[in-house]
């Protein structure tokens, strides 16, 4: 079973300042996605990364995925206040060729960005 | 819809009364998915369809959740008899399946408060 753990759980960092959360996952996962989502809302996809290097970036944040270390990061940088919010990364392990299986999530990590 | 939509978003319920709620996946996805959501952020995988079909029930507390998607209507998550346990947020995502990757889109939610 697909056992996924995030780190860390709380992150405060000041506006201007770079940081990473990290995504350990326990076997083999097919996908990796990252979240995000505010207070009382839905989730917002931000980058799904499918094999080993995968590097995708949009604007402040950039996801990379590792699969022998069974790790994907999410790396901040420049940090500004309307990034806060909490971020989840979650991984599929596909059940066969060409279906659709469910996702396993991290615990989220809420990051809060000071000014 | 190009977006998903569930209905109602929040449901007060006392225990031991019905709760049911609905999701309208985007056109043309063919999965649908159910998560809840609790109060410290853990998503927790319910129950999937392929098309009408159960994919994956492997999460669904049987004895008092069921759901179905018919053809032509919204799919239904119904909890017979609910407990305080039950409160959370129920999400609903669709995908389409895709050559490489099936990203899964979340409807706003349904907030259920079980008093």
């Known amino acids: 079973e697909l056992k996924v753990e995030q780190n860390p759980l709380f992150l405060s960092m000041q506006e201007g300042k770079n940081y990473t959360i990290y995504c350990n996952y326990s076997t083999t996962s097919d996908r990796l996605y990252w979240y995000r989502q505010d207070p009382g809302k839905s989730l917002e996809s931000l980058f799904v990364?499918?094999?080993?290097?995968a590097v995708k970036q949009e604007g402040r944040l950039m996801a990379s995925l590792d699969t022998k270390a069974r790790l994907s990061t999410l790396h901040i940088t420049a940090a500004v206040h309307d990034l806060s919010a909490t971020y989840f990364c979650a991984g599929s392990k596909g059940l066969s060729t060409g279906t659709a299986s469910k996702l396993t999530f991290g615990t989220g990590t809420r990051l809060q960005v000071t000014l | 819809g190009e977006e998903v939509a569930q209905t109602p978003k929040h449901l007060v319920r006392g225990e031991g009364q019905k709760a049911k709620l609905y999701c309208a996946p985007i056109?043309?996805?063919?999965?649908v998915f159910w998560y809840q959501q609790v109060l410290k952020n853990e998503f927790k995988f319910l129950i999937s369809f392929q098309n009408e079909n159960v994919f994956d029930e492997t999460g669904m507390p049987k004895e008092r959740f069921s759901a179905k998607c018919l053809p032509n209507s919204p799919c239904s998550l119904e909890i017979q008899a609910t407990k305080l346990e039950d409160s959370a947020v129920y999400f609903c995502?669709?995908?389409?399946?895709?050559?490489?990757?099936?990203?899964?889109?979340f409807g706003p939610g349904t907030r259920l408060t079980v008093l």
């Open positions: 990364l499918l094999s080993n290097g």
């Open positions: 995502a669709s995908t389409r399946l895709a050559v490489s990757y099936n990203e899964q889109f």
């Open positions: 056109k043309g996805h063919s999965y």
